[in-house]
């Protein structure tokens, strides 16, 4: 069973071939007999899921037809979920219960589905290996040794090993794309402002996007259905009116024409890594798709410039993590100066810090024009660089990683090094684009992902033309073979 | 040498909104603690702020009543530190781009001139939290009921040479606020307060000196005595030869000084930069000339339209336009009496001495301005005497109903009837022999006082109901 | 860009975050690398490019004026670290 598809679960739930209740406890059972391998739950509430799935059974027996009535799937750490603790991996809310749902969780309960738990993730969403995490690494069900990546790795990793049929993940810099291709599965990064922002934690403002990862962009297409629209609480989600992400899927590719960036296909991508995407890229174009070569100049501020602007966004954010209100606060703190400093010290993880003191120091006076300012209007470049692409092609596609998974530990203490596995999702943040990452073959026994990057707002395209791949290719339907055996 | 001294001022101003500037939250005064701040306001984790439009059109609508340029495209920054009434770790401001650039102001001044200061700017943000530092165990409670309350921080230029010129600044202000409807501006609730740059420089020099930041003083009476205290302290150190320590100070009414604030010391770095979490505020000239259409009369043109159109003298003008609703008081008695002179005279005299008198603000006034007008208009037809009509005012402010319906009951109708003056003035004459000779012998300039006796006691017996020109002209014509 | 001890003890400062001496250094050593990352933005010339704050370049929508609200002291003040009588407790602040 746990090995169905959204759209599966949701026909076989409408033709009584199963019930929300024996399919959640089938998920609950599955968690907690493989999830000690992966650690990629923070928080299971066997109890509420249980009785979710049971009210969605009575409401289908009832009539109702809500989009994902009884459909089991998992949350992200960062949404903040009422009643149940939100930690967003970090010390710091280790304790946090909010008294209110985040917009895209009300519209995931309004549209009846249940939740399993809340995924873990690299601490308030900063890293790409899920390391960051206050309750531990995550582990890649495809080899446990190697990260899952991040910083949505719990919701990668748990729907790659099965534990969830479908999750929400949330994407800075890279955060649904990476672990999704580091887990062979589905992730969706869409617009930014097409999913509202309300009560998920945020890193930063200006680059933070929620977005699905499933099993395939089929999936992906059915949640983004539910998440996606304008909130009126969240002054940067976009008025843009939402079509039905399903409609488009079936459309053929031919006339469609997609750029390969040089850049992306440069030093320091690794050689299994780039003749599996040259394949990929060879299915598209037997399916109808014209391969144009193009050049992304600004492939390579996208790095520099990313890491001064989510920093700086972050560092302020970050502040009302003060000890006062919720959260942590230290012990018997000495005056005001102590409370602060000791509760963010102790509440906060090294990468955090880190990230709070570059933000600090890229807004303090004497350093703003050279480094905020300036990396915001080369962010200006960036976004005009793909713009004048996307007039000559209707999609950019490469691969979403240097790389596959890396061993757990593997990249020091060298934030630096950590950073440049983000080379090519980075820049899809900072001109607000939407990105996806699909599984398009294995190297090194480890998933490989398929970058596709399309215009603003045109994540139908991307659906489609995943979907088109997925018609023609079985990569998304490859498994990790994890079972109780090979637990530690 | 002589010393000039050089301020300016920032006042906060709270917006009458019902909700805040970032959130539906109410923004009444005086709610329990804590009870009127939600997750916006707590600055919540995943919490976002979305923008009043009723703080933007008073915002537009200040920028427009000082004739300032309104900012088309305006950003909204954060303003970071940390303190615990604010709960983000910054306040939502604006910086580079505020929402009112350059304006004036003309300030009318007590001897009847005036003197005109630069606004440089008024921008929108957000108040915080209050500390109460009653004591709980050690420590300080925080009250964040008035987090995110709309302000408009208004700037001037260093414009004003004393604190005369400053207070006076503050009351037109406040005027002008509470006439845009904008403000209740209530001071004591915290609703308008002032941060005081003063410094002072040799008389004739054109350089400015070091200054001291005054903050959140809550009184036209604080701000008059923070900037006596303030002046004569930095006077005092720059004759002894010292300088001036820039340094934010606050004002203790209690103790009448200023001094300086300890937990201020170290510099912050504010780090502005703009909000991420909203967008630029932009607006179309349709929408600025919407808002200019909408403007009340401002209270130096009716000041102005007081005197011309009611030829009322410049000090009555600016008395009746002092706040909307005495000039609104007073329009309404004009119009439903007629003679507008007569009407700002009550309204000056009787009106606003009973409310003194009384201690009530002219919105509890037991009189309504219909009604005074009513009562002045028995006045002018000669129903009753100006005379009578102050005890019918006093029945009217005890709640015994209209001039009419007062005049009817107590039988206050002024004595017009000629016959029945007549033979009243005959029996005054008859009974006052000595009177009459004195009257009789005397020339023209002294009869002209001496009639007043006979009036008096005409007045008299008719219990004040005598129509008083009607008796002296039939009593001219008896005694000649 | 190099930053030295001093200037990262300044930005903690700032930043309300304690960093214990032994950390000083790795600290220093590793924003230090970030800075120098970062100022490979410094060879872009960006003369007269507006700074893009959003990505689409759009503007304010603005909210009526209305109570939407109720009063939910108690469910948050029941996830607070330190209330009394409805206020939330810090140590003396002093002005």
Redesign the interface.
Known sequence: MHDLSLADIISGLQAGQFSSTELTQGYLARIDELDRQLNSFITVDHKAALASAEQADQQRAAGNEAALLGVPIAHKDIFCTRGVRTSCGSRMLDNFVPPYDATLIQRFNASGAVSLGKTNMDEFAMGSSNENSFYGAVHNPWDTDRVPGGSSGGSAAAVAAGLAPAATGTDTGGSIRQPAAFCGITGLKPTYGRVSRLGMVAFASSLDQAGPMARSAQDCAILLNVMAGQDPLDSTSAAEPVPDYCTDLDAPLSGLRIGLPAEYFGEGLDATTEQQIRAALQELEKLGATLVDISLKTTELAIPTYYIVAPAEASTNLSRFDGVRYGHRCEDPEDLLDLYTRTREEGFGDEVKRRILVGTYALSAGYYDAYYKKAQQVRRVIRDDFMTQFEQVDVIAGPTTPGPAFKLGSKGNDPVAMYLEDAYTLAVNLAGLPGMSIPAGTADGCPVGLQLIGRHFDESRLLNVAHQFQQATDWHQQRPSLSQETAA | MSWEMVIGLEVHLQLATQSKIFSGSATAFGAPPNTQANAVDLAMPGMLPVLNAEAVRFAVMFGLGVGAEIGKRSVFDRKNYFYPDLPKGYQISQFEQPIVGRGEFVIPLADGSTHTIGITRAHLEEDAGKSLHEDFQGQTGIDLNRAGTPLLEIVTEPDFRSAEQAVAYLKSLHSLVTYLGISDGNMAEGSMRCDINLSLRPSGTDELGTRTEIKNVNSFRFVERAIRFESARQLDILEDGGSITQETRLYDADRDETRSMRSKEVANDYRYFPEPDLLPVVFDDAYIEAVRQSLPELPRDKRQRFADEYELSDYDAAVLSDSRELADYFETVAKHCGEAKIAANWVQVELLGQLNKADLPLSECPVPAPALGGLIARITDGTISGKIAKQVFEAMWNGEGDADAIIEAKGLKQVSDTGELESMIDEVIAESPDQLAQYQAADDGKRKKLVGYFVGQVMKRSKGQANPQLVNQLLAKKLS | MS?AED??AQ??????????PEQVA??TD??G???T??????A?D?TG????????D????????????T???E????????V????????????
Do not use: K
């Open positions: 930053i200037d990262i930005i903690a400062d700032l930043a309300r975050i304690r960093i214990a790795e600290v590793s924003i690398r970030i800075l990352l970062a100022d490979q933005l410094q872009v960006t490019v507006e700074p893009m704050a959003n990505p689409h759009a503007v304010q929508r603005l909210r009526d004026d209305v109570v939407t609200e009063n939910q002291r469910a948050f003040q029941a996830i607070a670290p330190a009394e009588s409805g206020l939330y407790l810090v140590p003396q602040v002093i002005d």
